[in-house]
């Protein structure tokens, strides 16, 4: 497997549609990480900032967080429309759409992201991505699913390694994926000991033909807070 690279194609919108612009190279075709330029329903606040400099942060911060979330696998992205709001003199919060195509996979799937754009910096702090779901009908679930339990089981502890913390899975579905990938959302419950419990979302990636998970998030039902709240909280 190779990493996912990091060279990107602009699609530039034009009256009706859009021309994508890549560069000519001898080179081996390597996947690409294709950005379009973005809608911004805040347009004030898209103006006053600057779009260009908006979408250009959100890209980087997208890409960056799907290398750290498929980390073996080559990735490519279409970034969609954005929508911002600002919510401080200095925080401006984006709520994006997109689509990515992984690896030996011939379908796109649909993203939607959330993040933070800060302006005095122009950079977008690390984004919260979820796969949206698309599946129509019923789908087997991977017969995997005691790793996708113990890999949050592990992430948690990573997470809150000052502290004893046991995670149990609850009901997970199918909510989209491919001929190869297939997308699961599910809950449980993280258990702190004394400190208490906290629901938990996940949502997993399975490779049938690698039969393994290659993507596992979650997030604790205390930190489904806003975008503000949560750059707020990191700084």
Known sequence: MTRMTLA????????????????QSSAPA???VIVAKSLHRDAGTAAAV???AINDAAAAAVIGTLQSQFPEHDVELKLGAIQSKRVSLRDIELNGAGQIRLEGSAAWMPIRFVALFDSDTRTVGSPSITITPTATAAAALPIDIARLDAAVDRKLGA????????FDLGAVSVVGGD?????????????????GQAD????????????????????LGSQQASAFERAVAAR
């Open 159 to 166: 997470e809150f390694a000052s502290q004893p913390v046991t």
């Open 200 to 219: 938990v979302t996940v949502q997993g990636v399975y490779d049938r033909t690698a039969q393994r998970w290659v993507k596992v998030d979650y997030e």
């Open 179 to 195: 001929a190869r990938y297939t997308v699961v959302d599910g809950n449980g419950t993280a258990d702190f000991g004394a400190e």
């Open 30 to 32: 390597s996947p690409t």
């Open 8 to 23: 990107f194609a602009v699609l530039l919108s034009c009256g009706l549609g859009a021309t994508a612009i890549a560069s």
């Open 50 to 52: 600057g779009v260009q």
